[in-house]
T-cell receptor, first 117, second 110 residues
Framework: GAVVSQHPSWVICKSGTSVKIECRSL??????MFWYRQFPKQSLMLMAT?????????EQGVEKDKFLINHASLTLSTLTVTSAHPEDSSFYIC?????????????FGPGTRLTVL | SQQGEEDPQALSIQEGENATMNCSYK?????LQWYRQNSGRGLVHLIL?????REKHSGRLRVTLDTSKKSSSLLITASRAADTASYFC??????????FGRGTSLIVHP
């Protein structure tokens, strides 16, 4: 199956700093990628939909200036958490959409654990 | 708001037993998917069942869908310790973007 990678797999940063997380589709091109956030023992909450070459679409309640998304190529989307605070500590997961035949399927990355001190 | 809600929230069984998890949702769907997540890891897609399907099998997995009751179940037969994970159901929003429930945490004791 298609493979999606994320980098880094975990990061610890100081409050006030910015952190960039990369999401790559390794063996397919993804016009659309999605970013999710997951708190411990909670569900995945969709943060934004990232479309290659255009602005991301953010879900209600997600600050676009705080969570900057760039989808500059068909295989890479980045999420930058700006001026991170402890409440931003979470597990961030991306997924990439692959369209083959008459079926659209999402493939998920392994996630990035962010801890803000 | 979350579309799917899994039940039970936690399930603890012995190896070899069957594990059944349920998912209820609120609005009409095109399809429903089940995912598995090992602790602190990404999601693995298990099975997709379309709204016009009632049952689907994949190895030791059996998924049912009752659109009249807006519910689905995931049955894992002859469970193994390696099946220990969280299991999520996800319903689409008509655009293949899955909306996840809170998940069922399954522990299989060897």
């Amino acid at each position: 199956g298609a493979v999606v990678s994320q980098h880094p797999s975990w990061v610890i940063c100081k409050s006030g700093t910015s952190v960039k997380i990369e999401c790559r589709s390794l063996d397919f091109q993804a016009t659309t990628m999605f970013w999710y956030r997951q708190f411990p023992k909670q569900s995945l909450m969709l943060m934004a939909t990232s479309n290659e070459g255009s602005k991301a679409t953010y879900e209600q309640g997600v600050e676009k200036d705080k969570f900057l998304i760039n989808h500059a190529s068909l295989t890479l989307s980045t999420l930058t958490v700006t001026s991170a605070h402890p409440e931003d500590s979470s597990f961030y997961i991306c997924s990439a959409e692959s369209a083959g035949g008459n079926r659209v399927e999402q493939f998920f990355g392994p996630g990035t654990r962010l801890t803000v001190l | 708001s979350q579309q799917g809600e899994e039940d039970p929230q936690a399930l603890s069984i012995q190896e070899g037993e069957n594990a059944t998890m349920n998912c209820s949702y609120k609005t009409s769907i095109n399809n429903l998917q089940w995912y598995r997540q090992n602790s602190g890891r990404g999601l693995v897609h298990l099975i997709l069942i379309r709204s016009n399907e009632r049952e689907k099998h994949s190895g030791r997995l059996r998924v049912t869908l009752d659109t009249s009751k807006k519910s689905s179940s995931l049955l894992i037969t002859a469970s193994r310790a390696a099946d220990t994970a969280s299991y999520f159901c996800a319903t689409d929003r008509g655009s293949y973007i899955p909306t996840f429930g809170r998940g069922t945490s399954l522990i299989v004791h060897p």
